[in-house]
């Protein structure tokens, strides 16, 4: 499956974005998906899972009720909407694919390419 992330961009803290994750390719409702990020000079980490129907969510301890993952199985797209943003949150949002969100938290099989967040103090 192919994954294109979009929706990055430049905001002040405290502001919000809503990043968009398409999928191609398979068919998009037999997946879980998630998003990770990466911020300069670390590691990426988890950030968000949703299960295939949309119904069954995870979060990393991190995110405390700022951020929401849904999808649109209609529209192949996961959504990852962000909210109360900190400078830390600043990193590359990469989307993930995966057959269950147990691998998709541990290691999806598919990734896409990340879509840039950065928040200005």
């Known amino acids: 499956v192919q994954l294109q992330a979009s929706g990055g961009g430049l905001v002040q803290a405290g502001g919000s974005l809503r990043l968009s994750c398409a999928a191609s390719?398979?068919?998009?409702?037999?997946?879980?998906m998630g998003w990770f990020r990466q911020a300069p000079g670390k590691e990426r980490e988890f950030v968000a899972v949703?299960?295939?129907?949309?119904?069954?969510?995870g979060y990393a301890e991190f995110v405390k009720d700022r951020f929401t993952i849904s999808r649109d199985n209609a529209k192949n797209t996961v959504y990852l909407q962000v909210t109360k943003l900190k400078p830390e949150d600043t990193a590359i949002y990469y989307c993930?694919?995966?057959?269950?969100?147990?691998?998709?938290?541990?290691?999806?099989?598919?990734w896409g390419q990340g879509t840039q967040v950065t928040v200005s103090s």
């Open positions: 949703i299960n295939s129907n949309g119904n069954s969510f």
């Open positions: 993930a694919a995966g057959a269950r969100s147990s691998e998709v938290v541990t290691g999806p099989a598919y």
């Open positions: 390719g398979r068919t998009f409702s037999n997946y879980a």
